[in-house]
């Protein structure tokens, strides 16, 4: 079984820049999961989807941050402008259907922003 | 964003010795989960625990779920050099009604030395 599939593995860019993270679920994992990884310290949820409904983004800065997962499979997640604090890993996770205990991770996309 | 308190931050342990931590909160959780990161992956989780008072074990990995509901313990016993990680805790409280929290410790950093 595939695991979780992100791109790109790393990005810079310049402040006041646009970027766009990717992810791939494993097949038939409705739930999915974006989240923020400061250095030193643990994930932190920015948004859950069940299918292609964002069911809790209450902790997305949606005044330069969105996401989307059209289809209920891949999901973007998209930072405009990207401001110096935006520096993180970015995350994504997905989990079968359920309480969503059982996360399966991807690898990350590691942001630094000049 | 909110974290769960994690101890100790990290760790330099020789090899062959049992090492523990745990994860301690103000709120109460339902499931209770235990995560290894190594450096440029995701989180992996390594055991899942859903009920107060139990002790569950993966190998050499053994973790408790506190009766209070609001804290947990990790053990792993006769360390090794793959142990080397961050291994962070995470609290789930799902209701039927909605409400949903996935919270993450703020990490142990674990070294094993040969």
């Known amino acids: 079984e595939a695991g979780v599939v992100q791109s790109p593995r790393y990005k810079i860019i310049e402040k006041k820049q646009p970027v766009a993270f990717w992810c791939n679920p494993i097949?038939?994992?409705?739930?999915l999961y974006w989240y923020l990884q400061n250095l030193g310290q643990g994930p932190e949820l920015l948004i859950r989807?069940?299918?292609?409904?964002?069911?809790?983004d209450s902790q997305l800065p949606k005044d330069r941050f969105s996401a989307e997962r059209l289809k209920g499979v891949d999901s973007t997640l998209k930072i405009q402008p990207a401001e110096l604090g935006d520096s993180a890993v970015y995350l994504c996770?997905?989990?079968?259907?359920?309480?969503?205990?059982?996360?399966?991770f991807g690898p990350g996309t590691r942001l630094l922003v000049l | 964003g909110q974290q769960l308190n994690q101890s100790p931050q990290s760790m330099f342990i020789q090899e062959g010795e049992d090492v523990s931590m745990n994860c301690t909160s103000s709120?109460?959780?339902?499931?209770w989960l235990w995560y290894k990161q190594e450096p440029g992956e995701g989180p992996v989780l390594l055991i899942a625990?859903?009920?107060?008072?139990e002790l569950t074990s993966n190998g050499r990995l053994t973790a408790q779920f506190g009766i209070t509901r609001k804290d947990s313990f990790l053990n792993i016993s006769a360390s090794i050099p793959s142990d080397v990680g961050i291994y962070f805790c995470?609290?789930?409280?799902?209701?039927?009604?909605?409400?949903?929290?996935?919270?993450f410790g703020t990490g142990t950093r674990l070294k094993v030395l040969a």
């Open positions: 996770a997905s989990s079968r259907p359920g309480t969503g205990a059982t996360q399966y």
């Open positions: 097949s038939g994992h409705n739930t």
């Open positions: 709120s109460i959780f339902n499931t």
């Open positions: 995470a609290g789930l409280t799902y209701k039927t009604s909605g409400t949903y929290k996935y919270i």
């Open positions: 625990l859903y009920k107060a008072g």
């Open positions: 989807y069940e299918n292609e409904e964002a069911v809790d």
